[in-house]
């Protein structure tokens, strides 16, 4: 202990136990006294909340509750000035800076800020570029709403003047003697410090406030752009159904033309098959009658149903068989019999499938029972992406040349199919086996 100073003074442990205790008691009473103001403060700032959420009902907009709101945002923050940045727009009400000058402080926040509120009471110390806007923007608060273009809020708080005294100047050079006493500062005379560049200090239920707004904007936002998508949506779809009705009336429009033109030339071609005198050709001219009436049977099965997309090949095949052993007679009621798995193909390829059918039952007509009635099987089934239809007879097999029209016409059709046809014995009669792929563009 150097000379001239005092001795240490240790304090009795009562006195240390009843300092404690009091120190115990004053800082639960300044704890307390801080969590009823902040109670206080937070059940303000939801009022003031629910206020300013209301204006985001279904008749109201972001926009509006930007542009009409700011004030009520100012004095909810006790702010100076708010600004809100959502792309290229820039709301401003009360004192702020600049729309650019605001732009590049929300281009600013976005980098820092990412999902979390972001608060300071002195922006010029971190942001040098606003060192010249704190008589605006000494105090910030902000927020970045991630939405398909981010939306930035900014509160502002302007510079308060601060003076802290102290009890003697803290600048003041003190003349440094190493032989001296240490000795307490010989002048307190009270010296007085203005601090500037700083802005009264956002509050915890500030900035919680802040982050609740931000995230009920969100979900607010979200479901209104989820009732313009299911908006855009149901007229989306109300547009191709009507472009759906469109279609099907034209395509009905069409088979009916189709009907009246397969008509015309199958009356014409009866007219010449009376008047052309010559037995031969009176033949030819009935057979290509009749396979133009089954292309018109054809048709017209398969377009007077409602689905013209698609079929289901057995049960249009079915009916096809059907109408055309009416068509052929009593006498063949009865006679055909079906074994027919379900098959989905399109339209287009449904005609081509119905017409190679048909040819197929006019050839078992007239070469297996030479025109008498018999009995035909019809078969349907399908392997992977293929279909395969058969139709056995127990006539007299093959009897007739490979060369024949029928015949040709026939190749024709398995050839547009890109298909193949096969020919077998029934033991007795004659087993023909077309397969092809379900859909067109399979190979």
């Not at 120190?23 to 939801?46: G, H, M, T, W, Y």
């Not at 209104?224 to 547009?239: C, F, H, S, W």
């Not at 027919?340 to 297996?368: C, F, H, M, W």
């Amino acid at each position: 202990m150097g000379p001239g100073c005092l001795p240490p003074s240790f304090a009795p442990h009562d006195t240390r136990v009843t300092c404690s205790a009091l120190a115990s008691v004053l800082a639960r009473q300044i704890r307390e006294k801080d969590d009823a103001e902040n109670f206080r403060q937070r059940v303000r700032l939801r009022a003031q909340e629910d206020a300013i959420v209301a204006h985001l009902g279904p008749i109201g907009s972001l926009a509006n509750l930007l542009a009409d709101c700011g004030e009520d945002l100012c004095r909810m923050f006790a702010a100076h000035g708010f600004a809100a940045v959502h792309g290229t727009d820039v709301y401003l009400s009360g004192k702020c800076p600049s729309a650019t000058e605001v732009r590049d402080v929300a281009t600013w926040v976005e980098t820092h800020t990412q999902l979390q509120p972001f608060s300071t009471d002195r922006l010029g110390k971190i942001y040098l570029r606003a060192q010249h806007l704190q008589d605006l923007a000494s105090g910030l608060l902000a927020v970045t709403i991630v939405a398909e273009a981010p939306i930035t809020l900014i509160w502002f708080r302007a510079e308060q003047l601060e003076v802290v005294n102290w009890a003697g100047n803290p600048h003041k050079d003190v003349e440094h003697d190493a032989s001296a006493i240490l000795t307490p500062r010989s002048s307190f005379a009270a010296w007085s410090e203005t601090v500037s560049g700083k802005s009264l200090p956002w509050t915890a239920p500030e900035i919680d406030a802040a982050n609740r707004l931000s995230f009920t904007i969100l979900q607010v936002w979200q479901h209104r752009r989820l009732r313009a998508l299911n908006q855009e949506l149901i007229a989306t779809i109300a547009d191709n159904n009507n472009l759906l009705v469109e279609k099907d009336f034209l395509i009905k429009e069409v088979h009916h033309r189709v009907q009246n033109s397969l008509s015309l030339v199958s009356a014409f071609l009866g007219i010449q098959a009376q008047a052309v005198g010559n037995e031969a050709l009176t033949a030819e001219l009935g057979e290509a009658q009749r396979r133009l009436s089954a292309v018109a049977l054809v048709h017209r099965r398969l377009y007077s149903g409602h689905r013209l997309q698609s079929v289901d090949l057995a049960r249009y095949l079915e009916d096809l068989c059907t109408d055309m052993m009416s068509s052929m007679g009593e006498k063949w009621g009865g006679l055909v019999s079906f074994d027919l798995a379900s098959v989905v193909v399109p339209t287009d390829r449904a005609v081509n499938v119905g017409l190679n059918l048909t040819e197929l039952l006019i050839n078992a007509q007239k070469y297996a029972y030479a025109g008498a009635p018999g009995p035909i099987k019809v078969e349907l089934s399908q392997n992977g992406s293929d279909f395969c239809l058969v139709i056995a007879d127990g006539g007299l097999g093959i009897t007739r040349s490979s060369k024949g029209f029928g015949t040709r016409m026939l190749n024709a059709m398995i050839k547009k199919m890109a298909g193949r046809i096969d020919y077998a014995s029934n033991e007795p009669g004659l087993r023909v086996s077309v397969t092809a792929s379900v859909n067109e563009h399979s190979h």
